[in-house]
């Protein structure tokens, strides 16, 4: 079987998490509630700003080729949906069976407060899913 990848649709695809990122951190959303949760000053986020945005960059596009190559694949099993329903509901998916279940498990062990935990994972719900919303509007 040959997946093809929309090499646009993994490029909107970053960006549109990216920008949703942005949004959902920003001190108008949830940003200063994450940064006191977190243990983060102003300071010590400004410092490390470059390295994470960097990282950001390189591990959205990871997972966004991830996600339009799984997405790609589901469509072969969605048969009756069209290519946005088929990226939606594997988005959706890939969200509470890796994303979800990973915050958890983490925050469990590093005993992050609840609040973070919420903030952080639907946070990657939001993200994941205009990631999966721009790919299957682009389509194949």
């Known amino acids: 079987m040959n997946v093809d990848i929309n090499i646009v ?8 998490s990216i920008v949703i990122g942005s949004i959902w951190y920003s001190n108008a959303a949830f940003g200063d509630s994450w940064m006191k949760l ?6 010590k986020v400004k410092a490390g700003m470059t390295k994470a945005m960097i990282t950001t960059l390189i591990t959205t596009l990871i997972m966004s080729f991830v996600l339009a190559h799984v997405i790609g694949l589901s ?9 946005l329903k088929a990226a939606i509901i594997t988005a959706l998916w890939m969200w509470l069976g890796f994303q979800f279940t990973h915050i958890t498990m983490n925050g469990a062990f590093e005993q992050k407060p ?5 903030i952080n994972k639907f946070g990657q719900l939001a993200s994941i899913l205009a990631m999966g919303i ?7």
């Open 134 to 140: 721009t790919i299957g509007l682009i389509g194949q």
């Open 114 to 118: 609840k609040k973070l935990q919420m």
């Open 38 to 43: 977190a243990g983060l000053t102003d300071k």
């Open 9 to 16: 649709g993994v490029l909107a695809g970053a960006a549109a």
């Open 75 to 83: 469509v072969f099993f969605y048969t009756d949906y069209s290519y």
